[in-house]
Each structure stands twice: as C-alpha cells, then as structure tokens.
C-alpha cells in the first residue's frame, strides 16, 4: 500500500556528520507529517525531527542546533542532516509519515514506517 525506504546510516566518528534520507512510495494521496525517530539500545523509541506539509518544524531537544530536517513534497522524501555527532546519538533511525492514501476508492490514513537504518557513532 506505502514503503517507506531509509538510506544513510553507517560508522562515524564523533563530531562527524551523516545524512539520512527516506522516500515514501504507493498509492499516496498526500503526505501531512514526515519525520524521524530513533531508538537506542536499551530505551524507547522517540521523535527526533518532524516537519508538516506547512512547513512546521519540530526538534527533541537532545538534538537542537545539530540536526535539520528537510522535505521534498514533490518527491515525497524527507531528510535528516545530523552534524556534530555525538556518542548518544547512536541508534537506529526510523523514517514515519503520516499519509493519506487511495485504497477502494476511499481515502484512507496510514501511519507509515520505515524499516530503520543504524547510526553508530563511535571512535
């Protein structure tokens, strides 16, 4: 029905940089919320970044001033610019979107996620 597709993760070292990129496919109507959470070894999943379709954006505050967030309506992608990479940030991350798709000719909402990628940053 949608996919939702991370690329980007990998090794980096502290202080270094990664960009994470996500791209929504399927049947889609729209897209209203596109953003990234994560989930670290031994804790719960949470928001790291999201951005509406109006432009609103929000940021955890463990990540303010380091990571921007990006979308492309027209392609239907969002990224994630991280820099300055610190240890705890490693984890992995999970792309979601709030998505209003066409299925039997009704439209319908989907809460959409990816499958995650890791980002280990370590020396």
């Known amino acids: 029905q949608v996919q939702l597709a991370e690329t980007g993760g990998g090794l980096v070292q502290p202080g270094g940089s990664l960009r994470l990129s996500c791209a929504a496919s399927?049947?889609?109507?729209?897209?209203?919320?596109m953003g990234w959470y994560r989930q670290a070894p031994g804790k719960q999943r949470e928001l790291v970044a999201a951005?509406?379709?109006?432009?609103?954006?929000n940021y955890a505050d463990a990540v303010k001033g380091r990571f921007t967030i990006s979308r492309d309506n027209a392609k239907n992608t969002v990224s994630l610019q991280m820099n300055s990479l610190k240890p705890e940030d490693t984890a992995v991350y999970y792309c979601?979107?709030?998505?209003?798709?066409?299925?039997?000719?009704?439209?319908?909402?989907?809460?959409?996620w990816g499958q995650g990628t890791l980002v280990t940053v370590s020396s």
């Open positions: 979601n979107a709030l998505i209003v798709v066409l299925r039997d000719r009704l439209y319908r909402p989907v809460d959409a």
């Open positions: 399927g049947s889609i109507a729209r897209i209203n919320t």
């Open positions: 951005t509406t379709s109006g432009g609103n954006l």
